[in-house]
């Protein structure tokens, strides 16, 4: 029996961190649940632990990369075989985490990531949005060789091997994009699937129009110097 | 002597001897003085030693070789700098990993506790 962790980072999340906690636990009874609580300012913390769940409170607001890098270590740190990483503001539906497991399960990847732009495609961004997400989608497909239509998108279930490598080598501030080329550098398998998303339960995205720019020339920039970068698996 | 040359000495001299009472009084570590201590040292020979100083200034074509005092303490000052850039890296990757272990360590304590409690 394969051994799930789901990650669960979260940042001022009160407003829909039970649901998501609730529905993952009717979704996959035998996973274990941590909650990374960023520094939250709100009740995160506490309404997690109500339901039970591990919860790993980081000492201050250390952003997302960092936060992931915790679940990962914790993920390796206790031998898990899989890891999940499911959003708190309700973004990824956990009836879709089957679809992202059952690939690594019959060993066909290393990681999967769960795209809305494959399948059924229900996801209708914003033209700009849109244009800055196929500009990552054609600059990491061209570095890894690999199509990938969603780098976005932060749902993804990772293999014991993934676990290992990302426990030490996460990416920070806007991971996806990074941690896609790190893995490919690494050698690792990525297959995408399709999946579902839903717009967001509560919270803010992290993401403001006005952000946005320096996102995309971020991303940009660190997705080239991680292929300047040594990375030892 | 130039008024320069005189300012220049008692410069170098004033880095090098606040340096070196920082490491005596334990509020520099040697490893992160040693930049520092290179540079006051390479800047007092030269304001001292005026012929090496014009040998090298005429060298590099710079005309007023003073001028050249600068052009060093500039470039040691681009070192020292780009060296903390480097240890601010390593430093904050460091808090970092600390950080999260702390997270996972409370972590397990709670869950260690709950099961303790469970008996």
């Known amino acids: 029996m394969n051994r799930i962790l789901v990650i669960t980072p979260a940042y001022n999340e009160a407003e829909s961190i039970e649901d998501v906690i609730s529905a993952v636990k009717k979704e996959l009874p035998g996973a274990d649940i941590l909650v990374i609580n960023d520094g939250s300012a709100d009740a995160t913390s506490q309404l997690a632990r109500g339901l039970g769940v591990m919860v790993a409170d980081l000492p201050y607001n250390m952003g997302i990369g960092a936060a992931m890098q915790a679940g990962y270590r914790y993920a390796a740190m206790h031998g898990y075989d899989i890891a999940v990483q499911v959003d708190a503001d309700g973004q990824h539906p956990p009836d879709q985490i089957n679809n992202l497991v059952a690939p690594l399960m019959e060993q066909k990847a290393d990681m999967v990531i769960g795209s809305r732009f494959l399948g059924e495609v229900k996801y209708y961004p914003s033209f700009a949005r849109h244009l800055g997400m196929k500009i990552f989608a054609f600059v990491v497909s061209v570095m890894t060789g690999r199509k990938i239509t969603d780098t976005t998108s932060g749902f993804r279930a990772a293999n014991k091997g993934v676990i290992r490598f990302f426990a030490d080598n996460y990416p920070e501030d806007y991971p996806e994009v990074e941690a896609i080329v790190l893995l490919r550098k690494a050698g690792f398998n990525i297959i995408e699937t399709p999946v579902r998303m839903e717009a967001r339960a509560g919270g803010v995205s992290s993401i403001t129009p006005l952000r946005s720019l320096y996102y995309m020339v971020k991303v940009l920039l660190s997705v080239f110097v991680d292929m300047l970068k040594k990375v030892e698996r | ?119």
Do not use: C
Request: aromatic share 10%; glycine share 6%.
């Open chain 2, 1 to 119: 002597m130039q008024i320069v040359q005189v300012f220049a000495i008692i410069f170098s001299l004033g880095i090098l001897v606040g340096v070196v009472d920082l490491i005596r009084r334990g509020m520099l570590k040697e490893q992160y003085a040693l930049l520092w201590l290179a540079s006051a040292i390479v800047l007092l020979v030269l304001s001292m030693w005026r012929g090496l100083l014009d040998t090298i200034a005429l060298a590099v074509g710079v005309a007023y070789p003073p001028a050249l005092l600068f052009l060093v303490a500039f470039l040691f000052l681009l070192l020292i700098v780009l060296h903390f850039s480097v240890i601010i890296s390593s430093i904050s990757e460091k808090n970092k990993k600390l950080s999260q272990e702390i997270a996972i360590l409370k972590t397990l304590f709670e869950e260690y506790k709950k099961k303790g409690s469970g008996n």
